[in-house]
């Protein structure tokens, strides 16, 4: 009963190595099969060292040697090979041993604890905590709540104490139970995963869409000033006919009318901003129309050369989350309240620079966040920009003085 214990109890160990690789290695979906060969393989060698030799040494190279063979086998320099075998076997070791002091400390006396159930919760749980927070999501667009670690915490913890009451004797009730609760653990884990992939990819389609609005929108732009321009060069000749007979006639004032009708006829076409960058015309004119036929006093600056080594999705998410935000700020205030919005984006030798000020209500929040009617998005809106910003070696910096609010993110090319 003790083998059997200890072959289900290494499968979510093996389970908690294969975890942790994912923190270092950047494995292609096709990796899937190689996986499931090479961690089984592992298994079988981890295990038959521990039965056939039932020695502490052999059985930690047993875990050390295929370890680094695989990172090998996955293209992985021998020194970062070796780096994280070392760092396993450091987790390990000290997961055990805090959990065989707690044990001795406590008088525990239950197999849940003995056949090393618990340390593998907890190596799963330190797994998971440190994969989200410094590696496997540190590019991605949303980064998870301090709610995720509380809640993986908990869930190890009750386990543990569940483990502790029904598992306590070597039999194969407790076997059952003690497989039932690891199997609980990691689909609670690989849940709460997609739970929050799905929620960064329709993050990301909502972005996309936002993005092919906008193109929609400058293409639209676009077309109309070239139909109005070939309408203007149909009617040239009658044009210039009218303007030499008001010049002879010295009708001056007339003509300046006339002038002054005609450019109007083809800047008409509400474009707004034309830094000669498409990518970002078309989000701040998409972005800022509602603009135009209002009382919002507005200053915009945009100098920007057609092509930036910063990718145009992630610009987009930057610079329409701030306009988003200072809209909003915009539209809480009343008739009689001054409305201002200044926009400046200017590229400098190696890095983009974007600042956003708008005046607001007063009304802010200890994080220096304004007064939103959908505070969720606006806060994940902030955290997306300063994810982004930090991506590109930037920062993400906000300022307050009376009832201004201004913004501004540095960007790095890479």
Not at 123 to 150: C, E, G
Not at 278 to 293: F, G, H, M, Q, R
Request: aromatic share 12%; with cysteine; glycine share 2%.
């Amino acid at each position: 009963m003790t083998t059997l214990f200890y072959l289900f109890s290494n499968v979510f160990h093996i389970y908690a190595t294969y975890q942790f690789s994912n923190v270092f290695l950047q494995k292609k979906k096709e990796s899937a099969k190689s996986d499931v060969v090479l961690f089984t393989l592992y298994y079988i060698i981890n295990s038959c060292a521990y039965l056939l030799f039932d020695n502490r040494l052999i059985t930690i190279l047993s875990n050390i040697i295929p370890f680094i063979l695989i990172f090998l086998y996955y293209k992985v320099s021998l020194f970062k090979s070796l780096l994280s075998a070392f760092v396993l076997c450091v987790f390990s070791i000290v997961v055990d041993t805090a959990v065989v002091a707690i044990q001795s400390l406590l008088n525990i006396n239950s197999v849940f604890f003995d056949e090393g159930f618990v340390s593998n919760i907890v190596l799963l749980t330190l797994v998971n905590i440190i994969a989200k927070s410094y590696f496997k999501y540190s590019d991605q667009i949303v980064k998870l709540p301090i709610m995720y670690y509380i809640t993986v915490i908990f869930v190890s913890l009750g386990s543990i104490m569940v483990g502790y009451f029904v598992a306590k004797d070597l039999n194969v009730v407790s076997l059952i139970l003690s497989v039932i609760i690891l199997l609980m653990n990691i689909v609670i884990l690989y849940l709460y995963d997609n739970l929050v992939n799905m929620f960064s990819q329709q993050y990301e389609t909502d972005v996309i869409e936002q993005q092919n609005k906008a193109y929609l929108n400058q293409l639209h732009l676009m077309q109309e000033s070239q139909m109005k321009i070939r309408f203007l060069k149909h009617d040239m000749k009658n044009h210039i006919i009218n303007m030499q007979s008001l010049l002879s006639a010295e009708k001056y004032d007339q003509l300046k009318d006339y002038l002054a009708e005609t450019n109007d006829y083809i800047y008409s076409n509400n474009v707004i901003i034309d830094s000669g960058n498409e990518t970002i015309d078309s989000v701040l004119n998409y972005k800022l129309a509602p603009l135009e036929n209002n009382s919002v006093e507005k200053s915009y600056h945009v100098v920007l050369p057609e092509q930036i080594l910063i990718s145009s999705f992630d610009l987009n998410i930057v610079i329409c989350n701030l306009i988003d935000n200072a809209l909003e700020a915009l539209s809480l205030l009343g008739e009689n309240d001054e409305k201002k919005i200044t926009i400046d984006i200017v590229y400098k030798q190696g890095y983009i620079k974007i600042l956003v000020g708008n005046s607001f209500d007063g009304i802010i929040h200890k994080d220096k966040r304004t007064r939103k009617n959908d505070e969720i998005n606006h806060g994940i809106g902030l955290k997306s920009v300063q994810n982004i910003a930090e991506k590109y070696g930037g920062i993400l910096k906000t300022d307050v003085a009376d009832n201004w609010f201004e913004t501004s993110v540095i960007m790095y090319e890479k």
